[in-house]
């Protein structure tokens, strides 16, 4: 004999359900409680539909009120008493549940009785003369006391109720992880990775091709052509800086007339202002300055020795210019011929293709990991809800409950 039956008490029922039953399990055992509490629910809801349909009833009394004095005023006020009064009757609906219902009778006395100044004073001249609109309110006041004497008191209905709103976060929560789970299917982060590997495939046996190769000895070359041009250019621009510091005095004395050019004076300008590059012929004008650098003491020695100089590597600019321009056409045309080829397109467009595919799976990753961390949050608040829902219908029903384990 264990300790409760020495005592003489009994052992608490075991009873184990679904949660999915709960609300039926509760009201099945508390049939009786709560068959009485619905019909006194019931009883008190059809009192306040009787007190709203009489008010309804004067509220017509109001509308046919003539005042005894004639005064349009006090009808028209009656008037417009009745209209915005017998809106807000029309828009009231009296629920099943005890605190809703008492918390509508609070908002429709409240603002039934919410008048002004002037429409009181009405009131009380139509209140004199008929109708008993007072003293329905009046009742319809103490009804409002009494559904919340009812509502207080009740625990069968508030029970009900505690049971139906757990169960509905439980099948909330279902459904939400239903949903993620879904999703989670929808992410066929494999399929996405098979893709990947194929364009990487494709990739490569684009880059390993015949035009693949093609083009880059092309690039190489594109490359090679640019480096000879740059070192003509270089080449001819640095022997042209040389000139500079004689060009200066040369010019400056055939501009005062103190030398003689027979020449284009603008095409030393150029020179002197490292403009070489865009002339086709410097040979006539930069002979006649070298005879004026040799022949007279414009430059010092020194000067006169580099412009010399640098007149004789320049001898060839001519050629080198030639040279340059051809560079330039090679150039141009292996560019044309590199442009020509869709291998280039082919490959970029798979590269386009590869990175697109690469943000998607991370992404997709990431929103994977999301769900997998929302889906634990949630199962985590739905065992903490079994919980709850379980020692609720352990209280409310007398007995040692026990929720199944289920799989949703």
Not at 161 to 167: I, M, P, R, T
Not at 264 to 270: E, F, G, N, S
Not at 336 to 353: A, D, L, V
Not at 362 to 376: A, F, G, L, V
Request: net charge negative.
């Amino acid at each position: 004999m264990n300790l409760l039956q020495r005592l003489g008490l009994r052992e608490p029922e075991t009873l184990e359900i679904n949660w999915r039953n709960a609300t039926e399990v509760y009201r099945s055992r508390k049939k009786s409680s709560l068959e009485k509490a619905e019909e006194r629910s019931e009883e008190l809801r059809g009192e306040t539909q009787r007190i709203l349909e009489e008010l309804e009833d004067a509220l017509e009394e109001v509308q046919e009120y003539e005042d005894s004095d004639g005064l349009n005023i006090v009808e028209d006020t009656a008037e417009s008493f009745y209209k915005s009064r017998k809106r807000l009757l029309e828009d009231t609906s009296i629920s099943e549940d005890p605190d809703e219902h008492h918390s509508e009778l609070e908002s429709f006395l409240e603002e039934f009785n919410d008048v002004s100044r002037k429409e009181g004073e009405v009131m009380k001249r139509v209140e004199r003369s008929s109708g008993n609109l007072s003293d329905l309110l009046e009742e319809l006041m103490s009804q409002r006391d009494e559904v919340r004497k009812f509502a207080d008191s009740e625990t069968a209905l508030d029970r009900l109720k505690a049971v139906k709103q757990v169960q509905g976060e439980l099948e909330t929560l279902d459904s939400d992880i239903q949903k993620l789970e879904e999703r989670l299917e929808e992410l066929d982060i494999d399929s996405e990775q098979d893709k990947l590997e194929n364009l990487e495939e494709r990739l490569e046996s684009l880059r390993g091709s015949e035009e693949a190769k093609r083009l880059e000895k092309l690039e190489e070359q594109i490359q090679q052509v640019k480096e000879r041009r740059d070192r003509e250019r270089a080449s001819v621009t640095r022997e042209a800086s040389r000139l500079e510091r004689g060009l200066k005095k040369i010019v400056y004395a055939v501009e005062n007339g103190e030398k003689d050019l027979e020449g284009d004076i603008q095409r030393l300008r150029d020179i002197r202002d490292g403009k070489i590059l865009s002339l086709d012929e410097i040979q006539p004008e930069l002979g006649e300055a070298r005879e004026i650098a040799e022949q007279s003491e414009l430059l010092s020695d020194t000067e006169t020795e580099k412009f010399v100089d640098a007149c004789e590597a320049l001898g060839g600019f001519q050629e080198s210019l030639g040279e340059i321009e051809e560079l330039e056409d090679d150039r141009e045309r292996l560019k044309e011929e590199k442009k020509s080829m869709s291998i280039e397109e082919k490959i970029q467009k798979t590269e386009k293709e590869k990175h697109e595919k690469e943000e998607d799976i991370q992404e997709m990753e990431k929103e994977k990991e999301d769900i997998q961390t929302e889906i634990k949050e949630l199962e985590n608040a739905r065992f903490e809800l079994l919980g709850s829902i379980e020692q609720t219908m352990d209280a409310y029903l007398d007995a040692q409950v026990e929720i199944e384990a289920d799989s949703r």
